[in-house]
C-alpha cells in the first residue's frame, strides 16, 4: 500500500471513528439539559424568550402552554397557533404571566411545590378569536400527578376558536399556502445554490453542508441572545461570515488536501458524512437541543392582503432572499469571477487550460456557498426558530433541490428549489391531518420529474458506460 494511500485511510477511519464517539457527547448534553421552554416569569412578565443560560432549578419546574387556534373546513380541521396570548400560572408564591411567541408557545417557570391555576387571558385574543363555549380557559396544573415531558415539566394546551363559525372551504386556504411556500422555496433555494456550485465545481456530495447552514444561524442566535445582545439585522453579517469562514476552512483545510492525495469522491464524500454528524453533535453539546428564537420579529400581528395574511417578518425573509437569488444570478451571469465559476464548473481542465486558477476559483465558490448557506440559516431560524439540527433537517431537500432542477447547475437548483419548496407546502394544503409527512410530497415529486427527465429540468444528458 502506498504512503498517499495509507494517508487516506487513515483519514477515513479518524472521520468514522468521530462519528461514532460524537453522538455520546450529544446524549450526555441532551442528558443534562433542561425541557424545552421559551420564559421565565418570576412574578412578572415573560416575553416568550427565556434568557440565555437560565435553567430551571432542582425547585423550580415548567409548565409548557401552548394556544391553538381550530378552524374547521367541511373535512378537516387546521389548527393555527396563536401569537401573543397572556397565560397566568397562580400558586401558592404568587401569579406568574407570559405571552405565548410566534409558534403559540409559552413556559412559565414556576416553584415546584403545590398546585397552579393556568388562566388564560380570552381579553388577549385577536379580535376576530373567541374562546367558544366548549373552548375551557383555565387549568389546574399539579407537580404531583399529571403528564410530564423531561425532568418534571408540565404540558396544558389551549384550543380556542368558534369552530362553526370558523368554518372555511379548503380552498380559501391555498393562497395562504402558496405564499408559505414561496418563502420556504426561497430559503431553500439560498442553501441549495451553493451546494449546487460545490457539485458543479468539485464533483463533491457535501452531506456537511446542512452545518454549515446552522452555525450561521448559531452565531447569530449567540450574538442576538447572547453576550453582545446585538440587533438582528447586525448580528446577521457576522454569522453569515462565520458561514463563510467555515467553509472556507473546509476546503483550505480538508478538501484540497484530500484532493492532492488523490482521494476519491466516494471516499470524500463518506468524510463529509462523518464530519456532518461530529459537527452536528458539537452543536448539540454546547446549544442544547431546544428551539430557540431571535429576540427581534417575535409574534409580528399579520398584514392582511385579503386572501392571505404575511407577517412583516416574512415579508423581509422574502424580500431578502429574492434579492440576494437574483443577485447572485446576475453576478454568475454577467461578472467576471462569475464566468469564471461557470467556467470551472463546465469543464475544470479546459478552464485551467485557458489560465482561469481552478484552485482560487473552487475556494471562492465554496466562501460564496457558504455565505449563502449562513444566509439561508439565518432566515430559517427566524421563520421556524434556531436549533442545533435545523440544517440536517433541510439537507434532504436541498439535495432534492439540486437533483430536480440538474446537477452542478445553480440555475437548475433555483428552479428545484421552487419546485420543492411548493411540493412541500401543498402537501399540508391536501392532507392537513399529516403535516408531519409533508416532505413526502416534495419527494414524491422528486421521484415523477427524474422518471420523466433524469437529467433533472436544465441538467444536461451524459453517455454512461
Known amino acids: 500500500m502506498t504512503q498517499r494511500r495509507r494517508i487516506g485511510l487513515w483519514t477515513l477511519l479518524v472521520m468514522v471513528a468521530f462519528s461514532f464517539v460524537a453522538p455520546m457527547f450529544g446524549a450526555r448534553a441532551t442528558a443534562a ?20 443560560g437560565v435553567q430551571a432549578t432542582d425547585d423550580e419546574a415548567d409548565i409548557v402552554v401552548s394556544v ?3 378552524q374547521r373546513t367541511d373535512d378537516v380541521t387546521v389548527n393555527k397557533p396563536l401569537p401573543g396570548v397572556k397565560i397566568t400560572a397562580t400558586g401558592a408564591a404568587g401569579p406568574v404571566t407570559g405571552t405565548t411567541d410566534a409558534t403559540g408557545k409559552v413556559t412559565l417557570t414556576v416553584p415546584k411545590q403545590g398546585d397552579y391555576e393556568v388562566v388564560l387571558d380570552t381579553a388577549s385574543l385577536p379580535t ?10 383555565t387549568f389546574t396544573v ?14 396544558v394546551n389551549f384550543f380556542v376558536g368558534d369552530t362553526e363559525r370558523a368554518a372555511i372551504n379548503r380552498w380559501e ?6 405564499v408559505n411556500g414561496v418563502k420556504f422555496s426561497l430559503v431553500i433555494a439560498m442553501c441549495a445554490i451553493g451546494l449546487s456550485l460545490i457539485y458543479g465545481t468539485t464533483g463533491l456530495t457535501n452531506f456537511a453542508h446542512g452545518e454549515i447552514v446552522t452555525i450561521g444561524a448559531l452565531v447569530t442566535f449567540w450574538l442576538n441572545q447572547g453576550g453582545p445582545e446585538l440587533h438582528l439585522l447586525v448580528a446577521t453579517p457576522f454569522g453569515v461570515a462565520a458561514s463563510a469562514l467555515m467553509a472556507g476552512g473546509f476546503e ?20 463529509s458524512i462523518g464530519l456532518a454528524i461530529g459537527i452536528r453533535y458539537v452543536y448539540l453539546f454546547f446549544f442544547g437541543g431546544r428551539n430557540r428564537r431571535f429576540r427581534q420579529y417575535v409574534g409580528d400581528p399579520e398584514i392582511d392582503f385579503g386572501p392571505f395574511g404575511v407577517t412583516p417578518r ?21 461578472a467576471r469571477l462569475g464566468k469564471a465559476i461557470r467556467a470551472v464548473s463546465d469543464n475544470p481542465d479546459l478552464a485551467s487550460a485557458t489560465g482561469i486558477n481552478t484552485n ?20 430559517l431560524g427566524a421563520a421556524t426558530g434556531t436549533q442545533w439540527d435545523m440544517g440536517n433537517i433541510i439537507l434532504l431537500l436541498m439535495f432534492a433541490a439540486i437533483t430536480v432542477g440538474g446537477l452542478g447547475n445553480p440555475f437548475g437548483a433555483l428552479v428545484g428549489a421552487f419546485v420543492i419548496g411548493m411540493f412541500t407546502e401543498l402537501w399540508t394544503w391536501v392532507f392537513p391531518n399529516v403535516v408531519e409527512l409533508k416532505t413526502l410530497g416534495a419527494l414524491i415529486s422528486l421521484v415523477v420529474i427524474l422518471l420523466v427527465r433524469p437529467q433533472g429540468f436544465l441538467g444536461r444528458k451524459e453517455r454512461i458506460g
Open 173 to 178: 386556504l391555498l393562497p395562504q399556502t402558496l
Open 252 to 271: 483550505s483545510r480538508i478538501w484540497r488536501p484530500l484532493r492532492r492525495r488523490g482521494i476519491s469522491l466516494t471516499s470524500m464524500m463518506i468524510v
Open 68 to 70: 391553538v387556534e381550530q
Open 33 to 52: 439539559e433542561t425541557p424545552p421552554s421559551v420564559g421565565r416569569a418570576s412574578g412578572g412578565t415573560a416575553t416568550g424568550v427565556r434568557e440565555p
Open 142 to 155: 399539579s407537580f404531583s400527578s399529571g403528564v410530564t415531558i423531561g425532568s418534571g415539566a408540565k404540558t
Open 128 to 137: 376576530e378569536v373567541e374562546a367558544g363555549p366548549d373552548s375551557p380557559t
Open 360 to 379: 482560487r476559483i473552487i475556494l471562492t465558490v465554496w466562501l460564496i456557498g457558504g455565505a449563502l448557506a449562513g444566509l439561508g440559516g439565518v432566515m
Open 314 to 334: 416574512d415579508l423581509g425573509i422574502m424580500a431578502v432572499s429574492s434579492v440576494v437569488v437574483v443577485g447572485v444570478s446576475l453576478f454568475l451571469l454577467r
